[in-house]
């Protein structure tokens, strides 16, 4: 399923409509194809024509260097960073051990 479509607004003597567009985003092709439906429905009835097609075509940019090296780093710093949020943990449970220790 790619979606759902609320039409609020749709008089064909003056050709004015207005639909909004729910769109699943978990398909990375709705985004294209499913506003589409709804503007080829549109413009068969503003043209009058049963017959017409609104064809759309998408064609994706290739990943970027940027973008690949990006993906390579972003597991280090992340286990960077949560090695020191753990170390950080375990210093301050053993130095509060020793001075609940001292203190009773």
């Given at each position: 399923?790619?979606?759902t ?9 003056s ?16 985004v294209?194809t ?13 043209t ?10 998408s064609?994706?940019y ?8 990006r993906?390579?780093?972003?597991d ?7 090695a ?7 210093i301050t449970v053993?130095i509060s051990?020793?001075?609940?220790e001292?203190?009773?």
């Amino acid at each position: 399923m790619y979606g759902t479509y609320e039409i609020f607004h749709a008089n064909k003597t003056s050709q004015e409509y207005k639909f909004v567009n729910y769109i699943n985003l978990t398909s990375d092709l709705s985004v294209v194809t499913f506003p589409a439906y709804m503007y080829e429905s549109i413009l068969k009835v503003a043209t009058g024509d049963p017959e017409f097609e609104f064809k759309t075509r998408s064609t994706p940019y290739p990943i970027t260097y940027e973008i690949r090296r990006r993906t390579a780093t972003s597991d280090a710093g992340a286990i960077i960073f949560f090695a020191a949020i753990s170390y950080s943990i375990v210093i301050t449970v053993t130095i509060s051990y020793l001075v609940v220790e001292r203190i009773s």
